[in-house]
Each structure stands twice: as structure tokens, then as C-alpha cells.
């Protein structure tokens, strides 16, 4: 069964550090999302991608953050200047549909951003 | 996105059914209603989703009231793996959103042996 992946699955970085966290989504798919959960707390939506370009963001998705599809297959989350409070959960998703009728998205297992 | 209210916790045993409900009582006329699951550690996973009828699928049965203001999940046998947290999340059809799920706190199941 496809799935998504991401690696590593936890980064430990210093603060002001530059972090990228990688994603393979599912091959066939077009839309492509991150997420991140701060621990102990809800999954909060960060970006959506599609057709090269951001689709929609979140307030929390600020200039120290961008994506980028650089070939046809990774999707990168980069965090430019680590915070302290960026540390959390950092999930990955993919659909391959938008429409309310069949939007089911495959999350992948997340990456752990622990900034020091 | 209209709001959902869901019970923080709920307990079952295993080999019962579980049903966890959802309200959504400002719900519109071309929301969907998605349920997904967060098993420990792991990144969310769709469940089922519906619009007003009732639905079934391998892993459970949405059950949606006539008034669509409410929308139960059931377990039809719950085992030990179904213990997540379970997420109610409403979704607009059209609109620019492009996917964008939004998740609350959701109901934590704790499934006992």
C-alpha cells in the first residue's frame, strides 16, 4: 500500500538554526500539505501546495517558514531561524483529490523538530 | 469552518461496539463531515467522511442525524489498535479552501482488554 514518508524522524537543532524537513508523498498525488502538533496539543494546519505554488496558509506560516517541490517526488518544509516554539510534531500529507466527494489525505508518521 | 464539539474522553472494551458522538450544530448545507484517527505516535488517518446519509466502510459506520446537526463514528468491535484520538472535522465544498483540514481537540478512546 503506498504511503508517505518522511525523514529524519526527529531533528535536533539550535535555535536560530536552519532546519529542512523532508516528504515523499504518495506518487500519484497533487495536493500536498504540512501540519504540525505541538505536544500535548491539536494538529494545526500549516500550508497547502499545489501546482507548484502555495494554495492556502496558516497565520502560524510566517516568512521563517517556506516548501518547495524541488523534483517530482520530495516536498521540503524549511524553517529558516528555529525558535524555541517551533518544536513539535511536523506531519506531511497528500491527496489526491480536493473535492468534498473524496478528499481522503495520507498523512505521513512526522518528524520530530526539537529546538534547543 | 463551523465548529464541532466532541466529549474529550470515552472508554470501551474490547469486542464491543463504540459509538463517539459529534455535534455540530451551525453545520451548512455543503459541509461534509471527515472523521480521522490519530493512533499513539503516529501521523492522522482518515476514517470516513459523509455528507447526509449514512455511511459504511471497512473500518466503521458514520451515522448522521436527520437534522445533520449531530454525526456519530461506530466501532462496530472495537479492539485494542482503536485506541486514538478521534477527530470530527467539517469540510465547505468549493470555496478556496484547497484541503485544508482543521482538527479540534477530539475524543481520546481508551480501549480496555
Known amino acids: 500500500e503506498p504511503e508517505v514518508t518522511q525523514t529524519p524522524s526527529h531533528q535536533v537543532t539550535q535555535m536560530g538554526q536552519e532546519v529542512i524537513l523532508r516528504c515523499v508523498p504518495i506518487s500519484n498525488h497533487l495536493y500536498f500539505y504540512w501540519y504540525r502538533q505541538i505536544l500535548g496539543q491539536k494538529v494545526e494546519f500549516l500550508v497547502s501546495f499545489y501546482n507548484n505554488e502555495i494554495s492556502e496558509k496558516s497565520e502560524i506560516f510566517d516568512d521563517q517558514f517556506s516548501v518547495e517541490r524541488p523534483d517530482g517526488s520530495n516536498f521540503t518544509l524549511k524553517i529558516r531561524s528555529t525558535k524555541l516554539e517551533d518544536s513539535a510534531m511536523y506531519f506531511c500529507a497528500s491527496s489526491n483529490s480536493v473535492l468534498n466527494s473524496y478528499n481522503e489525505q495520507f498523512f505521513g508518521p512526522g518528524t520530530r523538530l526539537t529546538v534547543l | 469552518d463551523a465548529k464541532t464539539t466532541q466529549p474529550n474522553s470515552m472508554e470501551s472494551n474490547e469486542e464491543e461496539p463504540v459509538h463517539l458522538p459529534c455535534n455540530h450544530s451551525?453545520?451548512?448545507?455543503?459541509?461534509?463531515i471527515h472523521w480521522y484517527r490519530q493512533l499513539p505516535s503516529q501521523g492522522p488517518e482518515y476514517v470516513i467522511h459523509?455528507?447526509?446519509s449514512n455511511v459504511n466502510n471497512r473500518m466503521a459506520s458514520l451515522a448522521i442525524a436527520e437534522d445533520r446537526k449531530s454525526s456519530t463514528l461506530i466501532l462496530h468491535r472495537a479492539t485494542l489498535r482503536d485506541a486514538a484520538v478521534y477527530y470530527c472535522i467539517l469540510r465547505r465544498a468549493g470555496g478556496t479552501s484547497y484541503g485544508k483540514l482543521t482538527f479540534g481537540q477530539g475524543t481520546i478512546l481508551t480501549v480496555h482488554p
Open positions: 451551525t453545520i451548512s448545507g455543503t459541509d461534509y
Open positions: 459523509g455528507l447526509t
